[in-house]
């Protein structure tokens, strides 16, 4: 397998799917916390790196999406890593006012499955309604 290097390929050495989307796992890099899974494209892994701060690919809104643009949750970010099949990133990063998930919740894996059904089991720490517009 290539290994990445300082060429300017380094993007093109990822294993990207059919749709041009490669998984992401994003983690609070003090606590070491996983705070969401997301997906990002060519171009929103160039942005995140140019800028410093997390941008994914929105399958819902089928557009860039940059943490933050509507809550203020900017996810500054410290390293990025890719897995050994090159087939999936982690981001570490800072996150702005503790918040990841749009429910207002720290991390978007705040639901325990228990006795067969899904319980939540973290705290909303801000009502979504006062963070989004349109919530």
């Known amino acids: 397998m290539s290994q990445p290097s300082a060429s300017g390929d380094w993007i093109d050495l990822l ?3 059919q749709d041009g989307l490669i ?3 994003t983690q ?3 606590s070491g916390r996983i705070l969401m899974q997301a997906w990002m494209n060519r171009a929103a892994l160039a942005e995140t790196v140019a800028t410093g701060r997390a941008a994914y690919w929105s399958r819902s809104r ?3 999406w940059r943490k933050g643009e509507e809550s203020g949750h900017f ?3 410290v390293e990025i890593r890719a897995d050994c099949d090159m087939d999936c ?3 570490s990063v800072r996150q702005a006012g503790g ?3 749009h429910t207002g919740r720290q991390s978007c894996f705040y639901l325990r499955l228990s006795n067969a059904a899904w319980e939540a089991v973290e705290p909303v720490l801000r ?3 006062t963070i989004y517009k349109h919530s």
């Open 99 to 101: 918040i990841a998930c």
């Open 62 to 64: 089928n557009r860039l």
């Open 23 to 25: 998984p992401v796992v």
């Open 28 to 30: 609070e890099s003090g």
């Open 15 to 17: 294993h990207w799917n």
């Open 89 to 91: 990133l982690l981001l």
């Open 75 to 77: 996810q500054e970010v």
């Open 127 to 129: 009502d979504p309604k």
